[in-house]
């Protein structure tokens, strides 16, 4: 009996471990890797069982596949489990993450790494095009909802409203009048939040306890996609705070898209680039731990939690304001890779990048390392035929 936890922590770390390595494709790819190892090869967990997990994740805050693997853990071996599973699957990304940025942060601005950026930028706005496809069709299911990402658009994009404010205040909107029905509500709620709340913080240094505040933040907000992920960075360490330039941010979600793993590694890339290594730890903590804490403290209560009309409102709202997010994002990362400052104003090369990648991802569902590399070799092409603006 002694060595059955042992054993059973040492069957979770082999097989996190392995899926974290060879986790390419984000967080569906990710779930269906687990759904065949957890139920159909091992048969720790009935289908249905898998299931009500994968709906549970959905329930509170953080990258849906690392919760499935901390569901899986806190199951099949307890508090140890939970731990075990969780850290084996986010290490290998992590780590590999780490190594990129050392070596972007020392050669990322020589020339002969630029052609390789230059091809990656088109290509991650692309990836983030398809993922929004996906997530807007099944989160705008109505057109209450609808509405309330066109008022998050408005909000986030004219209002300045900072993203973790815009998400909940959305969920907070949407469980009222989705609840109540009550129109009048809705807009009165906007009105007067929008006047009140604002967020804006200017600041020239970057204290590794600001650094670590700002992602436990995001960690504890982000609902839905680590795509959601690239709005609060965009919105925070880009122009909130000026941490991040627009193009260091593009280069982050292509390392996050190039690694296996969770999205969520960006992080620690990101974390690199601000404070060396002290940064990257801080910020891979702050990201993830509060999805341990979340799988921990919620888990008995999800019954009730999904049987709550109000609970289903609240994140039907969230993962449309998030969509929203994402739209607003989107918008800036394709004006910042797409448009040039001198005629001909637009960068056709790039925009050609952008388009046939989206079409890869949406319609043959090209995998996302895929449409990196591909357009990396392009960038290099375009510096020896002579074409890079």
């Known amino acids: 009996m002694n060595n059955l936890p042992f054993s059973r922590l040492k069957e979770l ?19 269906a890797m687990m759904e065949d190892e957890v139920v159909k090869r091992r048969q720790w967990l009935t289908r249905e069982h898998f299931l009500d997990l994968l709906g549970a994740t959905n329930l ?61 930028k088109p290509a991650v706005l692309a990836i983030i095009i398809s993922a929004l496809w996906g997530l807007a069709k099944k989160a705008l299911k109505t057109r209450q909802l609808l509405l309330i990402a066109l008022a998050v658009v408005i909000l986030t994009l004219f209002g300045k409203l900072n993203e973790v404010i815009a ?14 029905g009550n129109q009048s ?25 600001q650094l670590g505040w700002f992602f436990l933040k995001v960690g504890s907000v982000l609902f839905g996609s680590g795509y959601v992920l690239v709005a609060f960075l965009q919105g925070g360490l880009v122009q909130e705070y000026g941490w991040l330039t627009q193009q260091q941010l593009l280069d982050a979600i292509a390392i996050g898209q190039f690694t296996p793993g969770p999205l969520l590694s960006t992080a620690t890339f990101i974390g690199y680039i601000i404070a060396g290594v002290p940064g990257s730890i801080v910020a891979t903590l702050g990201i993830f731990l509060p999805s341990f804490f979340f ?18 409102a609240f ?18 990362l394709g004006i910042a890779t797409l448009i040039l400052a001198q005629v001909p104003y637009v960068d056709f090369l790039s925009l050609a990048i952008a388009l046939f990648s989206t079409i890869l991802a949406l319609r043959f569902r090209i995998n996302a390392a895929w449409l990196i590399l591909g357009s990396a070799l392009i960038g290099y092409g375009a510096l020896f035929l002579g074409y890079l603006p």
Not at 169 to 179: I, K, N, V
Not at 304 to 310: E, F, G, I, T, Y
Request: proline residues 6%.
């Open 13 to 31: 770390a082999k097989l996190f471990l392995k899926l974290g390595i060879i986790g390419f494709g984000g967080p569906v790819a990710h779930i």
């Open 60 to 120: 509170i805050p953080g990258p849906n596949s690392t919760e499935m693997a901390i569901h899986v853990g806190y199951i099949y071996a307890g508090w140890l489990g939970l731990i075990v599973s969780g850290v084996c699957f986010i290490l290998p990304a992590v780590i590999i993450t780490g190594v990129f940025a050392w070596i972007y942060v020392n050669y990322g601005t020589l020339p002969q790494v630029a052609p390789l950026l230059y091809g990656i």
């Open 167 to 180: 998400l909940l205040l959305g969920g907070l909107l949407g469980m009222l009048w989705l609840c109540r």
């Open 185 to 209: 509500n809705f807009v009165i709620a906007a009105l007067i939040t929008g006047t009140v709340i604002n967020t804006s913080v200017t600041t020239l240094s970057v204290p590794l306890w």
């Open 295 to 312: 799988v921990a403290a919620l888990n008995p209560l999800i019954p009730r939690l999904r049987a709550s009309a109000w609970t289903r």
């Open 315 to 332: 994140l039907d709202a969230v993962n449309a304001s998030a969509v929203a997010l994402m739209v607003v994002t989107t918008i800036q």
